[in-house]
Nanobody, 125 residues
Framework: QVQLVESGGGSVQAGGSLRLSCVAS????????MGWFRQAPGKEREGVAR????????FYADSMKGRFTISQDNTKTTLYLQMNTLKSEDTATYYC??????????????????WGQGTQVTVSS
């Protein structure tokens, strides 16, 4: 298993950018399906994007395409979410999640076993 710690959240004006990071520690020698989710007050947690660390393949929720980019570093221990052209509706707590995987990698919330503590993103208009 891995432990996940997010960082990089903060307050930004609409149109601005932020890059979130998620550092994985523990059993990082295996391949994982890793994802970013977000949860706004009063709303369900929704998937943003996921990456399979073994191949680097990515998938985005339809509403996130074009403005958000998920990536990993060369050591595959740090996950990033680059967020551009932020809107007020992007305000939420953003969570990093992981599941050890031999290849299957779904953005479904039920697919993930390990979660970080979350980092708050606030976008003001």
């Amino acid at each position: 298993q891995v432990q996940l710690v997010e960082s990089g959240g903060g307050s930004v004006q609409a149109g601005g950018s932020l890059r979130l990071s998620c550092v994985a520690s523990g059993n990082t020698g295996s391949s994982y399906c890793m994802g970013w989710f977000r949860q706004a007050p009063g709303k369900e947690r929704e998937g943003v994007a996921r990456i399979y660390t073994g191949s680097g393949s990515t998938f985005y929720a339809d509403s996130m395409k074009g403005r958000f980019t998920i990536s990993q570093d060369n050591t595959k221990t740090t996950l990033y979410l680059q967020m551009n052209t932020l809107k007020s509706e992007d305000t939420a707590t953003y969570y990093c999640a992981a599941r050890r995987s031999g290849g299957y990698c779904s953005l479904s919330r039920a697919n993930f076993e390990t979660w970080g503590q979350g980092t708050q993103v606030t976008v003001s208009s």
